[in-house]
Nanobody
């Protein structure tokens, strides 16, 4: 079965950096577009970044453009989100996602940006 496991979240000060990972299994990782979403406290889940199956193309939400970088290692079945210049408004649970007929989600990893 499809499994997505996020890791790398934590508490960081404004201006700091974190690198999230998403370990995938149960499907042919290299064949699928992958996405990072986030859900801030009390708000709806929102799309953060998308990466093509080969990792050659990516798109970002305006709110993170220039600060976040999505990448993937198809040999390791893992996707990453490098987050730099973090702001308090980046505080959220971050989820990885794949659409394979239906949406599959991990359990998420909490990122808290606070001084």
């Amino acid at each position: 079965q499809v499994q997505l496991v996020e890791s790398g979240g934590g508490l960081v000060q404004p201006g700091g950096s974190l690198r999230l990972s998403c370990a995938a299994s149960g499907f042919i990782f290299s064949s699928y577009i992958m996405r990072w979403y986030r859900q801030p406290p009390g708000k709806e889940r929102e799309l953060v970044a998308t990466i093509s199956s080969a990792g050659t193309m990516s798109n970002y939400a305006d709110s993170v453009k220039g600060r976040f970088t999505i990448s993937r290692d198809n040999a390791k079945n893992t996707m990453y989100l490098q987050m730099d210049s973090l702001k308090p408004e980046d505080t959220a649970v971050y989820y990885c996602n794949v659409k394979w007929g239906v949406d599959y989600w991990g359990k998420g990893t909490l990122v808290t940006v606070s001084s």
